[in-house]
């Protein structure tokens, strides 16, 4: 029974890490809130990518429609969302939210972009998980970018000048060490969340679709059902970490924020098959070691770090596509917990060292 | 309602639309091509548009007609082709279609990303100083004639090729049973090099053209790539006629869309579109199967 006891240690040291990383590196704040929402983005899109096997190119949408949602709730609740978002040109108005102006914009938009991002996924969940394979993949991109396209012509929410998140009163300071708690907790919760899910017949069910979805709807598992409760799932958890993410980044652009589906879109998969496509933790390791890779070309290889991140997309896909994890899992399957009859493999037998 | 009242301005939209629509319909001829020989859609297909474009710039910027780039880019962009099919593009071949799928992401981002840094983001456009010509009230630049009929001229080529040649031969039977192929003597590696080279060629003059009649930026190759997609989904493989009709439709209900809606709303017509091609696709299927139930 000890293995349990070294998880929850484990546990505990993660979660310590997590709540002392501000104080730890006090230069970091915003990268390490990104990287909390990039274990979201990556954790939700290998819930419906990895485990259920509908490999997404679109989940950016739930991101943008959260951002956008958020941000205008936060400001719709004290000013006109037309007069603000049109300030940036000709008339110079100021819109000076207070603390408490603040907190409850943000306290009311993150679960209004919840919801929205939910719906968007149930709405366009029945028409576009009908599909399969590349057909999905492919939809899923053209609805990420129309998406995009749409608020950058939609002058109600700034149109492609796009719209700023609501300035931070002073009074608050720091308010990225509020982010970065609220993107830490996000994290948490998804992390709990599809480790739970994962552990009931609703997870079987998901990687039963992703084995062989024509046998499992044979069997009488409502597919489509289970397909869209799976991704309205993911929007939820995208559609707050957009929330995040537009007040993180100041600033809302439509494509490259919001939307942004050749960035945070396929870094999503990136990272999940980095770190390992269709795991648990996978998704976690390949958002951190991918958060860490990108600072690093940010800051060595300035002005070809697009480039850089290219060629890595191309590389880890073409020579690495088992990741982290599923490396590990070939090298040590002992780890796993999975017994290796050795005799059967030709090598000479070893003894389990219990 | 505008429309109708104007006639003129519509069949304007219309000729216009279907001009460029051949273009289109060339870069979906390839992305058939690949998709048909080697299981692989290429979501790089639009960069190489893109880079057709940059040769046929390069040239301009040298004080060379850009015409000469129609025949220029198809060569380069024949070996760009060849050499990623070699580095890259073989070992996704056998593979899972999702693997292929982000591979050509992958390298669609690297091309894009590298033609950002070395020519920056700017819109740019080879001119060609052929003027318009004039047909009746409607006025159009003559250059996307040259283009339209340059574009008729080179997909004659390519199914004449494909009926007639040896190599031709050889690319559409690896198409139909790639291991039959094999056992007769194809090989089929070389055959699939060629025809991801091919591909790239004829997307180099589709883009050398784009670059002459209309304008290129190093982020033009998503709309191309997904308007090549909807192209071949919508006629099917192998159908080239079907290609044809459908490229000229949708260069002409795109450029009737952004009249209609106005030009910032034309790329989410092109993407909306897309959705919509696909849902409707897969509904006739779903209704296909009900039927066979």
């Known amino acids: ?354 | 309602m505008l429309l109708f009242q104007a006639p003129v301005i519509s069949a304007d939209l219309i000729i216009n639309g279907l001009l460029i629509g051949a273009i289109f319909a060339l870069a979906a001829y390839g992305m058939a091509l690949v998709w048909g020989v080697m299981n692989i859609i290429n979501i790089a297909q639009g960069e190489f548009v893109m880079l057709g474009g940059y040769v046929a710039m390069i040239l301009f910027w040298n004080g060379i007609h850009p015409l000469f780039s129609v025949a220029v880019a198809p060569f380069v962009l024949f070996f760009v082709g060849w050499a990623l099919y070699k580095l890259v593009v073989f070992r996704v071949v056998d593979r899972d279609l999702f693997v292929s799928l982000l591979a050509t992401f992958g390298l669609s981002i690297l091309m894009q990303q590298l033609m950002n840094t070395v020519f920056t983001g700017n819109i740019q456009t080879a001119q060609s100083g052929l003027g318009t010509i004039q047909l009746g009230s409607i006025s159009i630049l003559s250059i996307k004639v040259v283009a339209f009929f340059f574009t008729i001229i080179l997909g004659g080529c390519l199914v004449v090729f494909m009926r007639k040649s040896r190599l031709g031969q050889a690319i559409r039977a690896t198409s139909q049973n790639a291991r039959a192929a094999r056992v007769l003597g194809v090989d089929t590696d070389k055959v699939y090099a060629v025809t991801f080279g091919l591909n790239a060629a004829i997307c180099g003059a589709a883009g050398a053209m784009v670059a002459m009649a209309y304008s290129i930026h190093p982020y033009i190759g998503l709309p191309y790539t997904i308007r090549a997609f909807m192209i071949v989904v919508v006629a099917g493989l192998g159908n080239i006629a079907g290609v044809v009709l459908a490229g000229l439709g949708l260069g002409a209900a795109e450029n009737v869309a952004s009249f209609v809606l106005g030009t910032e709303f034309q790329l989410a017509f092109t993407f909306c579109l897309l959705v919509v091609v696909l849902v409707w696709r897969n509904t006739r299927l779903a209704a296909k199967r009900q039927y066979l139930k």
């Not at chain 1, 939210?97 to 029945?126: R, Y």
């Not at chain 1, 009074?171 to 599809?194: C, N, P, Q």
Request: aromatic content about 14%.
């Open chain 1, 1 to 354: 029974m000890n293995v349990p006891v070294r998880k929850l240690v484990g546990y505990a040291a993660l979660l310590a890490f997590g709540v002392a990383a501000p104080y730890l590196f006090p230069a970091y704040h915003s990268q390490l809130a990104e990287l909390w929402l990039f274990v979201v983005f990556a954790l939700t899109w290998d819930l419906v990518g990895g485990q259920m096997g509908y490999n997404s190119f679109g989940n950016v949408l739930f991101i943008g429609v959260g951002t956008y949602a958020c941000a205008v709730v936060q400001v719709g609740l004290f000013y006109n969302v037309a007069n603000y978002t049109s300030s940036d040109g000709g008339d110079l108005t100021i819109y000076v939210f207070d603390a408490t102006q603040f907190l409850t914009g943000l306290a009311v938009g993150l679960p209004v972009a919840a919801v929205v991002a939910g719906l968007v996924a149930i709405v366009f969940g029945s028409a576009v998980l009908g599909m399969r394979g590349h057909y999905f993949a492919i939809c899923t991109l053209g609805l990420g970018v129309a998406a995009g396209q749409i608020a950058a012509g939609w002058d109600w929410i700034g149109a492609g000048g796009g719209m700023s998140s609501p300035n931070t009163p002073a009074s608050l300071g720091d308010v990225t060490v509020l982010l970065y708690y609220l993107a830490f907790g996000l994290a948490v919760l998804t992390f709990i969340m599809i480790r739970a899910l994962l552990s009931t017949r609703f997870g079987l069910a998901l990687n039963a679709i992703r084995d062989d979805e024509d046998k499992a709807e044979a069997m009488g598992l409502p597919t489509i059902y289970i397909k869209v409760t799976a991704w309205a799932m993911a929007a939820v958890m995208l559609g707050i970490s957009g929330g995040i993410l537009g007040n993180l980044k100041r600033f809302i652009d439509p494509i490259d924020v919001a939307f942004a589906g050749e960035t945070y879109g396929v870094w999503m998969v990136l990272m999940a098959i980095l770190g390992g496509k269709g795991t648990l933790w996978g998704p976690v390791i390949g958002a951190t070691v991918f958060q860490v890779l990108k600072e690093v070309f940010w800051t060595y290889l300035l002005g070809w770090q697009r480039v850089a991140l290219g060629l890595m997309i191309v590389v880890i896909v073409v020579f690495f596509p088992q990741g982290i994890l599923g490396w590990a899992r070939e090298k040590f399957p002992e780890w796993f917990g999975h017994r290796i009859d050795r005799s059967r493999t030709g090598e000479t037998a070893r003894e389990p060292a219990e």
